[in-house]
């Protein structure tokens, strides 16, 4: 947790245990908390799988199991719904992390010669829009 502080001069505060500044020396200064606040949650990031006529559907489960932890079910529905509508949302992450996992993706399909590829949008947005 952030705490946002200002330093007051010992003559400014009523304090008693403070000693009072010495006419030849710096004077002192004490931080006085002035209020709490919450760190900003992370922006997220969505990663979107592309259709392409090319990479087999097992494949797309098998990934989806492996990066993105997905039960059968699951990375069944998402690569359905990848083959019909050309694209699904496989995870949501911070931006680091949603980095990584699209570039495990690609790696992992070029390794095994499919031309598979994502996107990462910030979540929230759609085709450029912020909402």
């Given at each position: 947790?952030?705490?946002?502080?200002?330093?007051?001069?010992?003559?400014?505060?009523?304090?008693?245990?403070?000693?009072?500044?010495?006419?030849?020396?710096?004077?002192?200064?004490?931080?006085?908390?002035?209020?709490?606040?919450?760190?900003?949650?992370?922006?997220?990031?969505?990663?979107?799988?592309?259709?392409?006529?090319?990479?087999?559907?097992?494949?797309?489960?098998?990934?989806?199991?492996r990066l993105?932890?997905?039960?059968?079910?699951?990375?069944?529905?998402?690569?359905?719904?990848?083959?019909?509508?050309?694209?699904?949302?496989?995870?949501?992450?911070?931006?680091?992390?949603?980095?990584?996992?699209?570039?495990?993706?690609?790696?992992?399909?070029?390794?095994?010669?499919?031309?598979?590829?994502?996107?990462?949008?910030?979540?929230?947005?759609?085709d450029g829009?912020?909402?």
């Amino acid at each position: 947790m952030k705490r946002i502080a200002r330093i007051v001069s010992v003559a400014e505060t009523a304090s008693e245990t403070a000693p009072p500044p010495v006419k030849d020396r710096m004077p002192s200064f004490v931080i006085v908390a002035v209020g709490k606040t919450e760190p900003a949650e992370p922006p997220l990031y969505r990663i979107i799988l592309l259709n392409d006529d090319f990479t087999p559907m097992s494949f797309v489960v098998d990934i989806l199991r492996r990066l993105f932890h997905k039960s059968s079910d699951e990375a069944t529905e998402i690569m359905l719904k990848v083959h019909y509508s050309g694209s699904a949302e496989c995870g949501t992450f911070t931006r680091e992390v949603a980095e990584t996992k699209a570039q495990q993706v690609e790696e992992s399909a070029r390794q095994n010669s499919h031309p598979l590829r994502c996107r990462i949008e910030r979540d929230g947005e759609r085709d450029g829009e912020r909402g």
